[in-house]
């Protein structure tokens, strides 16, 4: 493993087996040299280095997050958050879960901060890449109080094992799940470590776990899969896609070979920086920090500038079929 390593700017040679730290503005929110001022230029070439497996940084978060805010945070108790690795923000209901029902007040106060970490998070993402903007379903918002250091869970949940991201609950059929984080601890920094990207361990896991078969084509099939989705039994609106990374997600971190073996990278954010990306491509583990907000977004496909390097496109090639469902 290489000692912590400094954001850099846009390496040329950036392939797709490692993750790279873009740095994209200084400390004072000035854009680096390497980027456009054009914007929509600008917001290409940020979307091209997401889909290619690199994190973007920005050193000091974006948008204001109030004192008041970052102290309500600080001040989080930690009891039900023992039961619920984080509290969760559903910005389609405007609700909290993972909280403790008793504490009413705390509970406003929280789903008041999570919501104005939504709203902020979604217009400047709108803002920073146009290709993507309104072509995403706003996903759950988080904030993550416990400390991540020793923090004990069963395998498939831990977050210290590298892994790419799939939602058995919330499928996405091919889409992609983009994450914005930031670091709302004053002092400590929030660390990770990543491993090759999707692109460079997709054809090992593929042979381990093997690929799906294509969606039978048969009427009666397509009928009884549509019946299973309208009544909303589990797992009926899981595409072959889903169900594989989900198995992908789970096999990376039983694999004692590929945690211990593979060539990885440690990377350290910073008390209030903000780090976006792609993590179904992106093989993460969260060693340290404590105190994170995070908003994902489900991409569409169709949004990405380089479709070639997405999940679903590796697999199917691999696979030599499709392997998402036609709703
Ligand atoms: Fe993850």
């Given at each position: 493993m290489s000692s912590p390593a400094a954001a850099q700017t846009?390496?040329?040679?950036?392939?797709?087996n490692e993750s790279h730290l873009i740095s994209v503005q200084d400390g004072e929110g000035r854009y680096a040299?390497?980027?456009?001022?054009d914007a929509q230029q600008r917001g290409e070439q940020l979307c091209a280095q997401l889909e290619a497996g690199n994190i973007l940084l920005f050193p000091k978060t974006p948008f204001e997050i109030s004192a008041v805010e970052r102290a309500v945070l600080l001040g989080q108790k930690q009891t039900s958050a023992a039961y619920h690795k984080n509290v969760a923000y559903r910005p389609a209901e405007d609700r909290v879960t993972g909280?403790?029902?008793?504490e009413s007040e705390e509970n406003e106060q929280l789903r008041r901060i999570l919501r104005h970490y939504s709203q902020s998070a979604a217009k400047f993402l709108g803002e920073l890449l146009p290709a993507y903007a309104n072509k995403w379903k706003l996903d759950y918002a988080s904030y993550r109080p416990i400390e991540e250091r020793g923090r004990a869970a069963r395998l498939h949940a831990r977050n210290d094992l590298c892994h790419v991201d799939a939602f058995p609950t919330r499928p996405t059929n091919g889409d992609r799940i983009l994450r914005f984080f930031t670091n709302?601890?004053?002092?400590?920094n929030r660390v990770w470590l990543t491993a090759q990207t999707f692109a460079a361990v997709a054809p090992h896991f593929a042979a381990a776990l093997g690929l799906p078969a294509p969606p039978s084509a048969n009427p009666l099939s397509s009928s009884l899969r549509a019946l299973a989705r309208t009544m909303r039994?589990?797992?009926?609106?899981?595409s072959p896609y889903d169900r594989f990374m989900h198995r992908c997600h789970n096999a990376m971190k039983e694999d004692a070979q590929f945690q211990e073996a593979s060539p990885k990278q440690r990377w350290e954010f910073p008390p209030d920086s903000t780090w976006i990306v792609f993590t179904d491509c992106v093989s993460h583990a969260v060693l340290e920090g404590q105190y994170a907000l995070e908003q994902t977004f489900i991409v569409s496909?169709?949004?990405?500038?380089?479709?070639?390097?997405s999940p679903v496109s590796i697999l199917e090639k691999l696979a030599g079929h499709s392997l998402t469902a036609t709703r």
């Open positions: 846009i390496d040329p040679n950036s392939g797709p040299r390497e980027f456009p001022d909280l403790d029902k008793s709302v601890n004053p002092a400590q039994l589990p797992g009926a609106n899981r496909r169709h949004a990405m500038v380089e479709p070639h390097r």
